[in-house]
């Protein structure tokens, strides 16, 4: 719960009763490997925030290949947040790619905490921005990049998680087969 509320506290000031009603709201929820956060075709309803373990968006491209285009790790929120908040169906899934730990906040719980603390919409804003941000300069240098250059910047920066993402996650978040990444591993080595 600590890194929890030191997370939302970078983007706001709180209270602490404003923390307590917060945390009043938040259930405590396991995710085993593999299992969905949310899926494509179904309303989100809930917005996740990852304690322990790491979590991948990914959808399938018109050719039925499974694309991943994020990895959200430990102290991120994890949701398709537009989609969420205008109760539609998402056209992705969030899946566990490790066993994860949450703290998730329901639709109707997360509307209660926007109606009863003033200035929270401001802050998820903010945090929404700064996600927004995070994955535009995670993903946009791999648009120009080589593979192995595409290879490089991804152990770059995703340090932390390279040795916990399954290797077919990470050639498909690249746009390349997994042999190519074999390929390319064995290379730098």
């Known amino acids: 719960m600590k890194a929890f509320i030191d997370y939302i506290s970078q983007f706001g000031d709180l209270n ?3 923390i307590d009603f917060i945390l009043g709201k938040a259930t405590r929820y396991d995710l085993r490997k593999g299992e969905y956060f949310s899926e494509a075709g179904k309303i989100p309803t809930r ?15 018109n050719k039925g290949d499974e694309i991943t285009h994020l990895f959200m790790e430990e102290n991120n929120f994890v949701t398709d947040y537009q989609k969420f908040e205008e109760q539609v169906e998402a ?3 969030v899946q566990a790619i490790t066993d994860c730990k949450l703290l998730i906040f329901s639709k109707k719980d997360w509307d209660d905490i926007s109606n009863t603390i003033i200035g929270w919409d401001t802050l998820v804003e903010k945090i929404y921005k700064k996600c927004l941000i995070e994955t535009l300069d995670r993903r946009s240098p791999l648009v120009s990049e080589d593979a192995t250059t595409r290879y490089l910047t991804f152990i770059e920066k995703f340090q932390t998680l390279i040795n916990r993402i399954p290797l077919s996650y990470v050639a498909s978040y690249l746009g390349i087969t997994q042999q190519s990444l074999s390929r390319i591993r064995k290379n730098i080595r």
Not at 53 to 60: E, L, S, T, V
């Open 16 to 18: 602490q009763h404003q």
């Open 47 to 61: 917005v996740g925030f990852v304690l322990e373990g790491i979590m991948r968006f990914c959808y399938f491209n």
């Open 91 to 93: 056209s992705e899934y």
